[in-house]
């Protein structure tokens, strides 16, 4: 079983910084990609960054420049540094985590793993 936890959130000031962290634990073969959602009051849930198998990395429009995401592979863990935070990033941001399984038969499982989030209001 694989668990996804996150971490970081908390109450800051239009401009200010927060870091988020992912941790992803238990019996994980192969991390695909991480990627950060959020879902602020009222709205749905949507991708803001992602962290793939290489790397390389995906922006939602709205936090580039600002966002930056990051892992560590040997830690399993995921990490969203935000910057320059504005009232709109207010929103439970979620973690989730793709993981890949080998199969007997050949080829690979993927199931999507997903953490309780964490809460980031930004507020003067």
């Known amino acids: 079983q694989v668990h996804v936890v996150e971490s970081g959130g908390g109450l800051v000031q239009p401009g200010g910084s927060l870091r988020l962290s992912c941790e992803a634990g238990?019996?994980?073969?192969?991390?695909?990609?991480m990627d950060w959602y959020r879902q602020g009051p009222g709205k749905q849930r949507e991708l803001v960054a992602s962290v793939g198998l290489g790397g390389s990395t995906n922006y939602a429009a709205s936090v580039k420049g600002r966002f930056i995401v990051y892992k560590d592979s040997v830690t399993n863990r995921a990490f969203l540094q935000m910057n320059s935070l504005e009232i709109e990033d207010t929103a439970v941001y979620y973690c989730s985590v793709e993981v890949l399984t080998p199969q007997p038969t050949g080829g690979v499982s993927r199931r999507t793993y997903w953490g309780q989030g964490t809460q980031v209001t930004v507020s003067s």
């Open positions: 238990g019996v994980i073969p192969s991390i695909n990609t």
